[in-house]
């Protein structure tokens, strides 16, 4: 349904002021709820604290997990890291639940993703495998994939227009980019498909200004040899 300008305005106004009296939770829960601004550095900031729950339902409120590709690359970040930092706190049973009820619908996009969690889970350290020899503080990692959701978030059509940024040096102030105009949204169309499951998917390749090459993080990297 059409937001008018005049009820959209109205609620920009309301989460702003509820921010000046420090009512944040109620501003974030009005922009979930209306669908209407989305607050990078409040999700950001979620993300990269740990508060996976949070994050997801946040997002929820302005899209569904398999609406499209760039959708789907942030919730597999958001569930993977919540697995991986499972996993660093030796939590082995909440690691199986994470497998089961968050990774496991992931698994038609790739089928070796619930196979390959679950031999990190059964592993001594799972560190020890290849592709975590480097794995190290849970929080410094999850900063390394900032930049890739963000751009999964910016690429995303759903969120034209939505995406509040935070303005350097001035305390708690956010502001809304102009509406991208309708022959540079992205159609439906030309989004890159779901890829079938296969054994090791190609990497996506992101419309924008920059073409990123992206290889998702949760997939273990090949050896050289």
């Not at 669908?35 to 950001?44: H, M, P, T, W």
């Not at 991208?180 to 159609?187: D, E, G, M």
Request: net charge neutral; with cysteine.
């Amino acid at each position: 349904m059409a937001v008018s300008n005049t009820l959209r305005d109205a609620i920009d106004s309301i989460v702003q002021y509820l921010d000046r009296i420090n009512l944040r939770q109620s501003a974030r829960m009005l922009e979930r709820e209306s669908g209407l601004f989305f607050n990078l550095a409040y999700f950001e900031d979620c993300f990269v604290r740990g508060a996976f729950e949070a994050a997801e339902d946040y997002m929820m409120g302005f899209t569904g997990v398999h609406d499209n590709i760039f959708t789907i690359n942030v919730v597999f970040e958001l569930r993977w890291h919540k697995f991986l930092a499972t996993l660093s706190e030796n939590h082995r049973e909440e690691a199986r639940v994470i497998i089961r009820e968050k990774l496991q619908p992931l698994g038609i996009y790739n089928q070796e993703l619930v196979g390959f969690a679950t031999y990190l889970v059964n592993m001594h350290n799972f560190r020890m495998h290849e592709a975590f020899f480097y794995y190290g503080d849970p929080e410094y990692h999850r900063r390394e994939r900032v930049e890739f959701i963000r751009v999964n978030l910016e690429s995303n059509p759903i969120f034209f227009g939505k995406i509040r940024y935070p303005i350097p040096n001035v305390n708690n102030a956010v502001i809304v980019p102009p509406q991208v105009p309708t022959a540079l949204a992205v159609p439906a169309a030309s989004l890159i498909p779901i890829p079938a499951p296969r054994a090791a998917p190609r990497p996506l390749a992101l419309p924008g200004p920059r073409n990123f090459s992206v290889t998702p993080s949760w997939f273990p990297r090949t050896r050289r040899t």
